[in-house]
């Protein structure tokens, strides 16, 4: 369901509904390893850049935190009552960003797994309208969401 790029260590990660995250080799273009943890799918990845720490969310309400080099999860972060829909780390900051279906956004710090900031996004759309998606708008230090009606928009500054 994603993929991402960890050049440095000549990675690409990707994700899937099959709840597994697979580690491929740029160079040879074969799997280097496969992760398993996650009881439901996988649907975002990122990479803290900063702290070599790979974070994943999907149909659960936890996130997965795992170092790259080690086979299994390294902590669970606990935190949203809803499925997660979004993750963003970003690349010179302990920061990342964790959204769920709710609209539930939580910033969090990766050195030691704690909340520093929780945010509810609320707007116009249906209540039955479920975040779908998320992106984090580094040009305008923005958090935008979306629902199959409306985008919200929601400054974040790091």
Sequence with gaps: MDMLDITELSLLV??????????????????????????????NIAYSKG????????CEKDIYVWNPMCQHVVHRIQGHNNALCGIYAFDNSPEVISID??????????????????????G??????????????????????????ELFYLKYVQ
């Design 14 to 43: 990707s994700c899937s509904l099959d709840r597994t995250i697979k580690l491929w080799d740029i160079r040879t273009g074969a799997v280097s390893e496969n992760k398993t943890g996650h009881l439901k799918g996988v649907t």
């Design 51 to 58: 702290h070599k720490t790979l974070l994943s969310v999907g």
């Design 101 to 122: 279906v709710s609209g539930k956004v939580i910033v969090w710090d990766v050195r030691n797994f704690k909340q520093v900031q929780q945010i509810k996004l609320t």
């Design 124 to 149: 116009e759309s249906n209540e039955h309208d479920r975040i779908n998606t998320f992106c984090y708008d580094e040009y305008r230090s923005q958090i935008v969401a979306a629902t199959r009606g």
